[in-house]
């Protein structure tokens, strides 16, 4: 049993997307024992948005540096400065349909990004690194089965391509260098500040802008969903007792089929908007498949469970209404994102630094 890891002062890269927002509210927010710096490197692409942590802003605990992690200058003199002892890597393109469209900035910040971080890292090898990675490098399950850490990679989209590689780089300079690294692998998230061109938040979002809901294929795909915070806690235990070298899958343990998940959306904004849920229904339309559309990704989470003690807290059903209800509550987050004004509220506040 490895010793637990103190975490003092820690670069979170891609700190203004959706996951990594979530972790530094959570660091933040319910750890009260977290005394050092959190620093949030993000070179705030279209998915980065500081009004994310709008909440931690003032912390003094917090930082944000604009770069790149490509800049592998800048990250290094980042973490001199801040004198970062771990690095949480989650700076990513996430979305599966861009890389289907352009699939070369996946492979620039998801493999060469990875791997300028590394060498930073293998500079200073006291640094501890954490690479946040999903499960869909596993490829595709059929109607049974689950994934754990032994299943072979088997990536279908350039995304999951992009970011299988970036583990084998990870598991890599693990290895060759004798660097610090723990990689994990999650399934979907899920939760408030979902930037909407994702399922859930771009139902919920046409939902209440009564647009149509475009279903892919015949809506039967299923993937494993996970709370965002429920992420966040699992990745700040694996922060601290994660063993070097080692893989950990985290899943939600909630498998849904799309059109499940696309008519409880609609139940749910009907029911909180007091609306028709027909006239509702009636906005699901489907649409031609995504290319190679993975049928069914689903996690054995046992590894974590076993040697962390991490369990999900939330249930589906309760993390969908309340993110359906965050939706409806922050109507005017909703609205920057959409009209692209976010973009104005990053200059306004951090042209000059
Ligand atoms: P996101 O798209 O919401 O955020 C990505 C963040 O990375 C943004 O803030 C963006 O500005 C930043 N970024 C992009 N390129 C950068 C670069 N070159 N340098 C610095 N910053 C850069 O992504 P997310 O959904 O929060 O995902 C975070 C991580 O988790 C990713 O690595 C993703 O592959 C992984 N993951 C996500 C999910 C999911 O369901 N969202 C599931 C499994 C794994
Ligand atoms: P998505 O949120 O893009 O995540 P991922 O592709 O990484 O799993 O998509 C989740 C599922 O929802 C996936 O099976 C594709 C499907 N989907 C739709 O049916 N319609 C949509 O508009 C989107 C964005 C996704």
Request: some cysteine; glycine content about 6%.
């Amino acid at each position: 049993m490895q010793a637990e890891r103190t975490v003092k002062n820690i670069l979170v890269t891609g700190g203004a997307g959706f996951i990594g927002s979530a972790f530094i509210r959570y660091l933040l927010q319910r750890v009260p024992d977290f005394k050092g710096k959190c620093v949030n490197y993000d070179a705030l692409t279209y998915a980065g948005n500081l009004e994310n942590l709008a909440q931690v802003a003032q912390d003094p605990r917090y930082a944000f540096v604009k770069g790149d992690i490509c800049d592998q200058v800048k990250v290094e003199e980042t973490c001199k400065q801040y004198a970062i002892d771990t690095i949480i890597h989650l700076a990513a393109e996430s979305h599966v349909d861009r890389s289907i469209h352009g699939p070369l900035v996946f492979l620039e910040t998801n493999i060469l990004g990875t791997y300028h971080l590394l060498e930073v890292v293998k500079r200073h090898p006291t640094i501890h690194f954490h690479h946040v990675s999903t499960d869909e490098v596993y490829g595709c399950l059929g109607e049974t089965g689950l994934f754990t850490e032994e299943t072979a990679y088997s990536p279908n989209s350039p995304y999951s391509a992009s970011k299988a590689s970036s583990d084998h780089l990870v598991r890599a300079y693990g290895k060759t260098y004798d660097i610090s690294t723990t990689i994990s692998n999650c399934s979907n998230n899920y939760g408030p500040y979902h930037f909407p061109e994702k399922l859930i938040p771009l139902m919920i979002l046409n939902c209440l802008q009564r647009k149509p809901l475009p279903v892919y294929g015949e809506g039967k795909n299923v993937r494993d969903w996970l709370f965002v915070d429920d992420h966040a806690a699992a990745l700040w235990l694996l922060l601290q007792k994660g063993r070097k070298g080692e893989t950990y899958n985290i899943g939600g343990e909630a498998e849904r089929r799309n059109i499940d998940i696309v008519k409880t959306i609609v139940k749910l904004v009907a029911e909180a908007t007091s609306t028709s849920e027909t006239e509702l229904t009636q906005l699901i339309t489907f649409v031609p498949d995504r290319p190679g559309h993975d049928f069914r990704y689903a996690i054995d989470c046992s590894k974590i469970k076993q040697e962390l003690g991490w369990h999900p807290q939330h249930t589906f059903e309760e993390g969908l209404r309340d993110t359906v209800k965050w939706y409806i509550d922050n109507q005017p987050w909703c609205s920057h994102v959409q009209s692209g004004s976010y973009r104005q509220w990053i200059e306004t506040n951090y042209a000059n630094r």
